[in-house]
């Protein structure tokens, strides 16, 4: 039997914080070294936010953002980076991350983590976004690899590479999402190891841990990163080498449909402190 | 070779409009054709936004079923997708949409059961302004009260309809039931959040009047003339002073 106790000096584990379970963590207060919450799910300061306070009281808030469009060609939306601002500067959170993807194009919001090819001009371009965006916001931004359905016909720079140059140029980190790892790879025929051993290591500030759901399209099969299931073996193996890889970098359990009882992801992300553990 | 800028607004213009016909040369195939890939980004944009107005208009969607909801909701998606990262600042228009939407022209209450639950959607969500103290109003000239606007709390919303949009709202609440007379005749509701919980009530019609008026920004003489149209023993003073007990003012201003 492993005292949990006893190893939680490794890694930080959290959770990530959905509505339905914003009341009931600090009535119970469980064992969790930070919790991580879309940073768009607060920004009208209301009620929601208010009950994020209590949590904040509790637990380390970290703020991921899903909204900023990094990779806009259009560039960022000055209102948005307003309003994370003012979020910000109100939690004060231990981390703040986005993704290495677009989501608006002519004004127009489209809710889904966009893909990029990756071309020396999108460089330019999300390093300009990136290093902006940091400016505003007063922090340092980690960056994540999204997950993938496609590949351009012309994207000469392979991604963990693309992510290292984002680094180097801006001094950002990355945030490094082993179930997208894991997705993509599948998806656009890529090796999920080599990927990870390919990522600048010391910038990996964060890592992502979530489940994937299968499907099967002109009978090839697609992975769908969306976060609707728990962890699955695959994820938690290659977990095991980016622990190796990364060290003991704050780990988080995310979960977005299908929302389990909170005991369910408490559970998981008990396994991945352990799993840290075992590693160290 | 194509821009950034012009790959972002064709692969946009693919999601909104269902065409991929133009992206097929700048993506790879790689055993599963590009037009199918380009679907999934489509189906996770579809989807995770009919599923947000599926919260935020949960009565409209048991009201028609989750099949035509889908297909109302992918219609509204394409004609008027979001503008703001905020998905909770996404479906203000809906309501507007589905009075125009030919398909179920044959429920011609359910825009106004869509404004009522978008009025509980924004008093659920928005921040508390701290309340105007009465003694604010003490220094007012009285010859300057007829050009006072008032500010509402942001959670007070306003509905005239000729629906019975409150009655249809409770019988379909999850676990009921029920029948609604739709010729029962009309509402004048006003929603709150008053201490934290989003509240609706019905109105009198010159209170209404007088309370819409004010929320939407009208001077305090035109806001009296509108009670005193309904009812020519309308009370401004008791009106007023239930507005600052209730909490419910929160800035004054003279109109220039």
């Known amino acids: 039997m492993l005292d949990t106790s006893a190893v939680h000096a490794g890694a930080l584990v959290g959770i990530g914080l959905r509505g339905p379970h914003l009341v009931e963590l600090p009535r119970r207060r469980p064992a969790l070294d930070f919790v991580e919450v879309h940073a768009e799910n607060y920004m009208d300061f209301g009620p929601a936010f208010d009950r994020l306070m209590d949590v904040r009281r509790d637990y380390p808030v970290s703020l991921h953002g899903v909204g900023l469009s990094l990779g806009s060609a259009d560039g960022l939306d000055a209102r948005h980076l307003a309003r994370f601002r003012d979020l910000i500067a109100r939690i004060d959170p231990i981390l703040v991350s986005e993704h290495l993807a677009w989501c608006i194009a002519g004004g127009v919001y489209l809710n889904d983590l966009l893909p990029l090819p990756y071309t020396e001009e999108a460089l330019d371009l999300v390093a300009r976004n990136v290093a902006r965006a940091q400016e505003a916001l007063g922090r340092r931004l980690l960056v994540e690899n999204p997950s993938r359905y496609l590949n351009f016909a012309h994207s000469p720079i392979p991604e963990a590479e693309f992510l290292g140059a984002l680094v180097v140029r801006t001094g950002c980190a990355i945030l490094c999402d082993i179930n997208n790892i894991v997705v993509s790879a599948h998806n656009v025929g890529e090796d999920a190891s080599a990927y990870l051993e390919k990522l600048p290591r010391a910038a990996v500030q964060e890592i992502h841990l979530a489940g994937h759901s299968v499907q099967s399209i002109d009978g090839r099969t697609i992975l769908i990163d969306d976060h609707g299931s728990p962890v699955s073996d695959e994820v938690w193996r290659l977990y095991a080498r980016a622990r190796q890889t990364f060290g003991a970098v704050p780990s988080l359990i995310e979960r977005d449909r299908n929302l389990p009882p909170l005991d369910e992801l408490l559970a998981e992300a008990d396994r991945a402190r352990v799993d840290h553990a075992l590693a160290a | ?256």
């Open chain 2, 1 to 256: 070779m194509l821009s950034l800028l012009e790959i972002q607004t064709a692969f946009a213009g693919a999601l909104l409009y269902d065409g991929a016909a133009d992206l097929g040369d700048w993506l790879r195939d790689d055993g599963i054709a590009a037009t199918a890939r380009i679907d999934i980004y489509r189906n996770n944009m579809q989807a995770s936004l009919s599923a947000a107005l599926g919260e935020m208009f949960p009565v409209i969607r048991r009201l028609v079923g989750d099949g035509f909801f889908a297909y109302a909701t992918h219609e509204f998606v394409s004609q008027h997708p979001p503008v703001s990262p905020c998905v909770a600042d996404y479906g203000a228009g809906f309501a507007d949409f589905l009075s125009a939407f030919a398909p179920c022209c044959e429920l011609p209450y359910l825009p106004d059961v869509a404004r009522f639950e978008r009025l509980l959607h924004d008093a659920a969500r928005c921040a508390d302004a701290p309340p105007l103290d009465a003694s604010a109003l003490a220094g007012i000239d009285a010859s300057d009260a007829g050009r006072l606007v008032f500010t509402l709390q942001p959670s007070h919303g306003y509905l005239c309809s000729p629906w019975p949009v409150t009655a249809i709202w409770r019988v379909n609440q999850d676990g009921r039931d029920g029948a609604v007379d739709l010729q029962g005749g009309g509402v004048l509701v006003e929603v709150c959040r008053p201490d934290g919980i989003v509240e609706f009530r019905e109105l009198p019609p010159a209170d209404f009047a007088f309370r819409a008026a004010l929320a939407g920004a009208a001077t305090f003489a035109d806001a009296l003339v509108a009670a005193s149209d309904r009812d020519a023993a309308f009370d401004v003073a008791a009106a007023l002073a239930e507005l600052l007990a209730d909490r419910a003012i929160t800035g004054v201003r003279l109109m220039e």
